[in-house]
């Protein structure tokens, strides 16, 4: 412990706790205690061990006392060295952060959120497997039951989606593929199996070829348990940012806009091209679907750089990388069938227009 000299004194500023009046005064210490005196009078004895630091104002570092309540004493620039050792230290951004300063504690924050983040985006890759199919099943279920009444059937209009759906997949009793009444140029895969294809994509396909590719792709997200990777990383990221709101609503739309990782979209599309070739369908309907795509996000423009900026932007591979995975799958001098017939076709584009209870827009999902 630092020696004090009794006649060193050091210049502060001090409330009582009692009155209003700040009072300069000055310290003076003997070992462990300290006394405040001004001109007439003398406050204390003060021990250094019952001061706790409250922070800084005007300059000023500011104590308090443990058992007076409204009690500070007040000192202005640089703790003198004499009192640093005796004094408790001043804190700036909380106790570790102090003890480790602040570089340190950033990079030690850093780390740990690198960390957080690692989990959360990798472990569904390998949890996601572990996940029984029969709880997905019942999640599923639960999130989508009937789409809010917009699942469009006709006879004809189901007897060619199921088709088409047993020429894709082995095991078609374990899908539920289904044609929704919303003018969306999409499809989804969604928990349990269930794959979505929306009457805007039936509207703007030119054959049911480039259908069966699209839903061979959604099937390929299934069957990859690429559906439940996505929700897990969402939900986990949900947790780190502060938490799901536990809304059906909200997680339905959350599971309908959840993006794959790019490695999950050619996983996704190394399935169809592979369930397409054992379908005899031929790829180059898909891949002039992807053609028509390239113009939209750039990819078929010789400017390379642009087309990499929107890759890089995209959660999906560039189209016009996706169009020539498909053309390079078209095995020349092959006799392909199409995957429906011309009636089969026209029952299937016409099934939600033709279905008399089928509702019509994104209603309570919107």
Request: net charge negative; aromatic share 8%; hydrophobic share 40%.
């Amino acid at each position: 412990m630092t020696e004090i000299a009794p006649d060193h004194v050091f210049q502060a500023w001090h409330f009582d706790g009692k009155s209003a009046v700040r009072r300069p005064v000055d310290i003076q210490a003997i070992g462990n205690d300290f006394y405040l005196t001004e001109t007439e009078r003398r406050h204390g004895p003060f021990a250094f061990a019952d001061m706790t630091y409250v922070g800084e104002q005007n300059g000023a570092h500011v104590y308090g006392h443990d058992e007076i309540d409204g009690w500070r004493l007040g000192l202005r620039g640089e703790i003198p060295g004499e009192l640093s050792g005796l004094l408790p230290p001043p804190r700036r951004y909380g106790g570790w952060i102090d003890r480790l300063g602040l570089g340190k504690a950033s990079i030690t924050f850093a780390v740990i959120s690198a960390a957080v983040v690692a989990v959360v985006l990798f472990t569904p890759q390998w949890l996601a497997p572990l996940v029984p199919s029969s709880w997905e099943r019942e999640m599923g279920d639960a999130l989508v039951g009937d789409f809010g009444g917009r699942f469009c059937s006709t006879e004809d209009g189901s007897a060619a989606l199921a088709k088409m759906t047993h020429a894709l997949d082995d095991n078609p009793e374990d899908l539920q593929v289904e044609v929704a009444n919303i003018d969306m140029v999409n499809a989804v895969a969604l928990p349990g199996g269930k794959v979505i294809i929306f009457q805007g994509l039936i509207d703007n396909a030119r054959s049911p070829d480039e259908i069966a590719g699209v839903l061979a792709h959604e099937i390929g997200h299934v069957r990859e348990r690429h559906v439940m990777q996505a929700l897990l990383r969402q939900f986990g990221l949900s947790i780190v940012l502060g938490g799901a709101d536990g809304t059906g609503g909200s997680l339905l739309n959350g599971a309908l806009s959840s993006s794959y990782s790019r490695d999950a979209e050619r996983e996704a599309d190394d399935f169809s091209i592979r369930a397409m070739r054992n379908a005899n369908i031929s790829p180059a309907a898909t891949a002039g679907f992807f053609r028509r795509l390239s113009r939209l996000d750039g990819s078929d423009q010789p400017d390379q750089n642009a087309a990499r900026i929107t890759g890089y932007m995209s959660t999906h591979p560039l189209s016009g990388e996706r169009q020539r995975a498909f053309e390079n799958s078209l095995e020349e001098g092959k006799q392909y069938a199409p995957s429906l017939t011309a009636a089969e076709w026209q029952s299937l584009k016409t099934m939600c227009e033709n279905d008399p209870d089928v509702e019509s827009g994104f209603g309570p999902f919107d």
